[in-house]
C-alpha cells in the first residue's frame, strides 16, 4: 500500500530553517511528480512545492518561491523540503502529496510552528 511519512517539522524561531522529509513507499517513486501542501488553522490547504519525476522541473508557491528549495532521491524514495527565513505566518501541518491515476495519497503531516 502506499504510504507517505512525513519528518522533520518542529518549532523554529522566525528566520530559521527547517528540512521536511517525506519517505515514500508502495509505488514506483522514480515515477511520479511529488508534492508539499500546507494547512493552517482556519484555512484551506495549499500547495507549497511540488517536482517532477525526475528533478528536473519544480514549482512553488509565490509565498515560499525564494525560500524553500524541493528535491528529491529516487533511490532513497524522499523527497525534501528545505525552508528558510521562516516567518510565523509559515505556521502550518505540512502534507507530502502524491497523485497516481485517479487516486490521491496524502502523509499525516507534519506541524511546523514559528514562533519566537
Known amino acids: 500500500q502506499v504510504q507517505l511519512v512525513e519528518s522533520g517539522g518542529g518549532l523554529v524561531q522566525p528566520g530559521g530553517s527547517l528540512r521536511l522529509s517525506c519517505a515514500a513507499s508502495?509505488?514506483?517513486?522514480?515515477?511520479?511528480?511529488m508534492s508539499w501542501y500546507r494547512q493552517a488553522p482556519g484555512q484551506e490547504r495549499e500547495l507549497v512545492a511540488a517536482?517532477?519525476?525526475?528533478?528536473?522541473?519544480?514549482e512553488y508557491a509565490d509565498s515560499l518561491r525564494s525560500r524553500s528549495t524541493i528535491s528529491r532521491d529516487n533511490a532513497k524514495t524522499t523527497v525534501y523540503l528545505q525552508m528558510n527565513s521562516l516567518k510565523p505566518e509559515d505556521t502550518a501541518v505540512y502534507y507530502c502529496?502524491?497523485?497516481?491515476?485517479?487516486?490521491?495519497?496524502w502523509g499525516q503531516g507534519t506541524q511546523v510552528t514559528v514562533s519566537s
Open positions: 517536482i517532477a519525476s525526475s528533478g528536473a522541473r519544480t
Open positions: 502529496y502524491v497523485r497516481l491515476g485517479i487516486r490521491h495519497y
Open positions: 508502495g509505488f514506483t517513486f522514480s515515477k511520479n511528480t
